[in-house]
Each structure stands twice: as C-alpha cells, then as structure tokens.
C-alpha cells in the first residue's frame, strides 16, 4: 500500500538477514533462530521451558494438525489463548500453514468475540479447556480446538468453502483493536509489514541472545504479540509470566528476567510491589513501555527501584504496530515518546491534513512500510484512518501531539472519544453500545477520563424496569474486558440535555465533580505517596475524600492517557 | 486453613472485613465465597490489597501465596491471611 520509494528500508540493514537465511516471511524467523541457536531457550512458562529445536518440534506437530483440520492459505485461526508455551508454537504453525492469526483476549466477553467470530469466520478456533465449550455454544458452525489437549485430536471434518477474492493476499495477523466504534476492528498485519517494524524496533531495542524477556502482556494485544516475534528475531529467551498482578515482581525473580516490556500501569503494579520486597531486581536492564502515556514520575520510581534498568518509552497504534521508540543510547528530553522509527515518518497536521511546522499541536500522522493494511472487510473505516495521498498511504493516528525540531515526538490527547485504560483502548462509542445491551438500560453516555475523573457512564433507566449501579456494573462486566468497564457507574431516571437536545455530558461530569471530588483511580497520585489510603471506587464513598493532610491525593496527574 | 469458628460468627476478624471494604469496589455483603473480581477487584487493587493486608497484620506473603488462587474468593484470602498470622 505504502511506495517505499519515501522510506529507506535499508537504514535497518543490519538486522535484515538473519543468521539462518534470508527472511521474508514473519515464520521465517523462528527457522532462521532454530538454524543459528538449536540450543538456546526459546520460550518458558510456569510450567517448563523449550529450547528454540523444541518450539520447532511443537510447531511442526501443531503445523500437522491445522493441515489435518483443513486449514489451508488464507484461512484465519482464531487464538483464544492465554500466554504459554504452546501459543508460541501454534502462532508459527498457522503461518506456516499461509494461513492468519488472530489472537484474541481470553477476556473477550461474549457480546463482541461473537462479533469477532461472525466477521473473521475462522477455520478453526483454539481454546484452553473449560472455555472450549463456551466459545463452541456461542457461534455455531466453527469448529472450536481445546488446545491443551495438544496436537492429537482426530481430525474435524473439513466443508468446503470459498475464499473472498476482496480479502487480498493472506496477511500474518488480524490483530483486534478497540477504536471509535462499537464493535473492534481487526488490523490487517501483511508479513512485509509486520517483519519491517519488527526489524526496526530491534534495531533500536537492540534485544540479545541472552536475553529474558518476561512475557506479561497478553499475546492478544500487539504489545505481547511482537514480543514473540522480537525473542525469536534476536534469539533471546520470552518467559511467560504467571498473569497475576500480585505476582508481577516475583515472576521478575523466578525467570531471571533481563527486559521487561510493560504497560504503564504494570510499572505502578511493579514499583508498588518493589515497596514490599527485600530483593533486589538486578538483573533487569531495560524496561519499555508503551500503550499509554508514561509519567515522568513513573520513569524515576522504575529507575529507583530497577537501579540497572534503562526506561525506554515507546508509542504505537496497532494500525501500524509502533510509531516511535526511544534510543536507549541517546535519551529523548523528558515527555517525549522518542522519535520515529527509522525508514519511516512522523508529521502533524491540521484538520486539514497540511503538515504543520515544529512544535505546533495537531493531529499525528504516520507513513512508512510499517503502515498495515487497513482493517479487515471494514472498507469506509478503513478510508477514514489509512488515506491515499500524494506520498502514499497516510495513516491518521487521532492522536493529538507535536513534534520538534529534533524530530522528538511529544504525545498530548485524542481527537474523538477514545481513552486507555489500563493499557486497554476503548471509546465512549464501544462502552455505551455495552451499555445500550444491557437490559432495563434506555439509553448510555460515557464521560471518558480526564484531570479530575476517571471513566464514568451513565446510564439512562427505562421506565418500569429493575437497573441499579451494581445490576448496570455487572451488565457491562459481563459485556466488556475489566478494563474496558468504567469505575464510576450510574443509572439516572433522567439526563440532562444541552440547547441543542443533546445529552450534556458536561453537567453529567459536573454531578461527578460534586461534593466529593473522585479520585482519579490507581494512577492518579504521585508515587511516593501512601497509594494504600485511596479508595478505588472512584465514587460516593468517604475514603474518596481528599485527605487534608495529603493535599496532593487529588492533584496527581491524571489516569487518561492517549498514547498507544 | 482456619475454618470459620461457628457457622454463625462472622467468618474473619474486623480488620480484614474493613480492609476488604475499603478497596473491593463493589458494595453488598461479603462471605467466604464472594469472588473479588467480580466486585470489580482489578489489578491496581489487588496490588493495594496486598500491601494494606499485609501492613494490617504485619505479614508477609511469600512468593507462592501470590497468586490468582489467594485472591480469587474472600474465603480464600482469609485462609492465607489468617495461616500467616498464627505463623508469626
């Protein structure tokens, strides 16, 4: 999609051709780490670990397997799985099998991996036990593997089926994001592009063979998914991590982990369980972070409590996986997200798409061979993010910022409704289409997170029906990931609407503003202060009250961040 | 594992009722079998869980106590926390 004629590809040369041969498919890569290191630990989980011949020998068996279900080129194989062992295996047999991964959350509730499952119609979907039978139920028709019985059950029978001729070339990945709409959209993620990006973020990573690299973030999101793909591209070892929050550091310990890629509010999680553990983590020599904003703050505490550690902050979209990582060896100035990567571009501009000059706020537009190719049977989407232009394909982030003279890239809101948390992009479109689902629920607004609140929604009672906080809480949990579901939620008998007739969300924010000012959630307060005194109701409750004592317990920098 | 002394006492000590109520987001009675996630117990307040559990009681959890199991239920982390208070 993207003329390479504006990039130089080969600025990343050096880590081009791999030491087991030329590479040009994303599953080259693993055969290209089995020829230079056999030996080497590949991938561990809490249950054992494999060198790089043993992923290559649960590979080829999982590889035998989808060919014996019927899967073929072009064909997607829906991951529901959580991190281990297997999950590296099966996402290289797929592509070895031409056919496409779409990795999803086991925390995809119902209402939208039926959604995913409808429109991504799957060969084959492969589920943990106890959730097999779940995701069997929900679509009927698609064929559903318990993975942890391994590569051995009999084979499925195989229907016939036509390929969509508009689906193009198979891509390596359908990787699902959360945007401005109700339901998420996948990211077609073609082998060029995805083995481009990969490449240059090695190239400014610079991870090693003997690396550790700790698996924390689920493979569903990109973040977790090229950690797979940067361990194999350098040789290094990924050691998936037990998902337990409480966990975190002592997963640190037990896998010798020597880089850690985090979200933001893992580093909170990480800093706040340092406080509690006499170990020292001396063996992390690098800690990246991307998926929302990283504050300066949390940058010293991870210094503080890493003391070997380099923090790297990096920002991304999954349109295009990774805009800018940050040179470990020649440290942007403080705030900035680093500077894109190499062989691609940066720019801002106005509403209008006009580049605007250095240091003036605008919206953040990407073009590179890293620009994927727009998302899955989602045409008018599509055009709305990846539009044509006289340099090639111009992927518009809606995220606002500005760029410097140095080419430092500064990341400062959105431009619609969307808003992270927890590391997890949603909308105000996507948690208020939950919300209309659920039932007695009239009508939904969201008032997404700012200085003085975290998310909040509302939701308007239909007459005559039971609703209350707790049933419309529990609604939306059963609807949406955790994360995704607003701390603050409340059923009113009325909403408050502007001159214009609409719902005026700023007199809903100002009922939240009220007598008890909220808290802004986990993230919201200085670091070095008592985190233990907060209440994380985010509502009505004393404790939420600022404590006079500790004037900064409303003051912090806010949870909402932008940056991907 | 300390069982609940009589059906009908309350099934932990006035500590873990309030530290469990000062950061569980959800309201409405909490009982051993209670499942914290679903009362909206997210990471961030797992991690403060922990931390004002074991300042309260003066304990520490070692590594394998940490873990989903421990949080899952009220029941459940009443047993940890109470096995480590008479180990003290």
Same mark, same amino acid.
């Given at each position: 999609m993207v003329s390479t004629d504006v990039v130089s590809p080969d600025v990343v040369s050096p880590d081009v051709v791999s030491p087991g041969g030329v590479v040009d498919r994303v599953e080259d890569l693993l055969s290209a780490a089995v020829a230079a290191r056999p030996d080497a630990r590949a991938v561990s989980d809490p249950d054992g670990s494999w060198t790089y011949a043993d992923l290559d020998t649960a590979c080829r068996s999982w590889t035998e397997w989808l060919r014996r279900n019927g899967v073929e080129a072009g064909d997607r194989v829906v991951l529901r799985m959580r991190n281990c062992r297997d999950l590296a295996a099966v996402v290289f047999a797929v592509l070895r099998r031409g056919a496409v991964v779409v990795p999803l959350s086991t925390a995809t509730r119902p209402f939208q991996l039926a959604h995913v499952l409808r429109t991504t119609a799957p060969r084959v979907v492969l589920a943990h036990d106890g959730d097999a039978d779940h995701v069997r139920d929900l679509v009927p028709g698609i064929p559903v593997h318990d993975v942890d019985r391994g590569p051995h059950s009999a084979p499925t029978p195989v229907a016939s089926r036509a390929r969509s001729r508009e689906d193009g070339p198979a891509p390596a990945f359908l990787v699902h994001t959360s945007g401005s709409t109700a339901m998420p959209k996948g990211v077609v993620s073609p082998h060029a592009a995805v083995l481009f990006v990969t490449r240059a973020i090695a190239h400014r990573l610079r991870y090693r063979g003997d690396d550790v690299v700790l698996g924390t973030v689920p493979a569903s999101f990109d973040y977790g998914l090229y950690q797979?793909?940067?361990?194999? @591209?350098?040789?290094? +070892?990924? !050691?998936?991590?037990? *998902?337990? =929050?409480? #966990?975190?550091l002592a997963e640190v310990h037990r896998t010798g982990a020597t880089v850690l890629p985090l979200v933001p509010s893992a580093g909170q999680l990480l800093v706040r369980l340092a406080g509690r553990d006499p170990r020292e983590p001396n063996a992390v020599r690098m800690v990246t972070s991307t998926g929302e904003a990283l504050p300066p703050a949390l940058v010293r505490e991870l210094s503080r409590v890493l003391p070997r550690a380099t923090v790297v902050p990096m920002y991304g979209t999954t349109e295009c996986k990774r805009i800018c990582v940050d040179d470990p060896l020649d440290p942007s100035p403080v705030g900035s997200v680093g500077r894109a990567l190499p062989g691609t571009v940066v720019e801002v501009v106005d509403e209008s798409g006009v *580049?605007? *000059?250095p240091g003036t706020q605008g919206e953040i537009v990407v073009r590179g061979p890293h620009v994927m190719a727009g998302y899955w049977r989602s045409p008018q989407a599509t055009v709305q993010r990846f539009r044509c232009g006289t340099v090639g394909v111009v992927l518009h982030t809606g995220d606002l910022g500005h760029v410097d003279d140095a080419g430092n890239v500064y990341v400062s809101g959105r431009r619609d409704g969307v808003f992270k948390r927890h590391g997890v992009r949603t909308s105000a479109a996507e948690v208020e289409a939950a919300a209309r689902d659920v039932p007695g629920v009239a009508a939904a607004a969201v008032l997404p997170p700012d200085e003085t609140h975290d998310a909040? %929604?509302?939701?308007?009672? #239909? =007459?005559? +029906?039971r609703l209350d906080d707790d049933s419309l809480r529990a609604g939306l949990a059963a609807r949406l990931e955790p994360a995704k579901v607003p =701390?603050?939620?409340? %059923?009113?008998?009325?909403? =408050?609407?502007? !001159? @214009?007739g609409k719902t005026d969300l700023a007199r809903l924010a100002a009922g939240l503003r009220g007598p008890t000012p909220q808290d802004t959630g986990p993230d919201g307060k200085p670091l070095h202060t008592d985190p233990l005194t907060r209440d994380h109701r985010g509502d009505h409750r004393d404790a939420a009250r600022p404590d006079p004592? #500790?004037?900064? !317990?409303? !003051?912090?920098?806010? @949870?909402r961040s932008d940056a991907a | 594992m300390t069982p609940p002394e009589t059906p009908a006492a309350p099934a932990w000590d006035g500590r873990f009722e309030d530290v469990l109520r000062d950061v569980v987001p959800g309201a409405g009675p909490l009982v051993p079998g209670t499942r914290l996630g679903d009362r909206g117990l997210d990471s961030m307040a797992s991690v403060a869980l922990l931390l004002r559990l074991e300042e309260a009681y003066d304990v520490r959890?070692?590594?394998e106590h940490l873990s989903a199991a421990t949080f899952a239920t009220a029941g459940s982390l009443w047993s940890v926390v109470s096995a480590l208070r008479t180990q003290r």
């Open positions: 797979l793909l940067l361990s194999v @591209h350098a040789t290094a +070892e990924l !050691a998936f991590a037990d *998902p337990s =929050p409480v #966990r975190l *580049p605007l *000059p909040a %929604v509302f939701a308007l009672r #239909r =007459p005559g +029906e =701390p603050s939620c409340h %059923v009113v008998e009325e909403f =408050p609407l502007t !001159a @214009h004592a #500790r004037p900064d !317990a409303a !003051a912090g920098p806010s @949870h | 959890f070692p590594d």
